[in-house]
């Protein structure tokens, strides 16, 4: 098993931004690539960005490209998300998740979730 500890989510301003973080313990030799997802209220979770075994790609969705970046310190096993610019209809809560099949990073199979971290954007 592998837990996932999310962190750095709160309450920005519309312009503003955050950095989460998530933390990974456990089995963490069996980390492929990793990810993050969303999901607000009333949505289905999507797919926000992930990153590659040691991080030679990174993918991220077309609503979040250029204002977020995805990095990870593998000697720390965590997995950082850097959003710019943030907008209020990034208001979700933000789960991160660990692909165990494939290292290309994408397409990506999330096999362990976070409990996720909440943002809100006020506008």
């Known amino acids: 098993q592998v837990q996932l500890v999310e962190s750095g989510g709160g309450l920005v301003q519309a312009g503003g931004s955050l950095r989460l973080s998530c933390a990974a313990s456990g089995r963490t030799f069996s980390i492929y690539s990793m990810g993050w997802f969303r999901q607000a209220p009333g949505k289905e979770r999507e797919f926000v960005a992930s990153?590659?075994?040691?991080?030679?790609?990174?993918y991220y969705a077309d609503s979040v490209k250029g204002r977020s970046t995805i990095s990870t310190d593998n000697a720390a096993n965590t997995v950082y998300l850097q959003m710019n610019s943030l907008k209020p209809e990034d208001t979700a809560v933000y789960y991160c998740?660990?692909?165990?099949?494939?290292?290309?990073?994408?397409?990506?199979?999330?096999?362990?979730w976070g409990q996720g971290t909440q943002v809100t954007v006020s506008s």
């Open positions: 990153i590659s075994w040691r991080a030679i790609s990174t």
């Open positions: 998740a660990v692909d165990a099949t494939s290292g290309l990073g994408y397409p990506f199979s999330p096999g362990y």
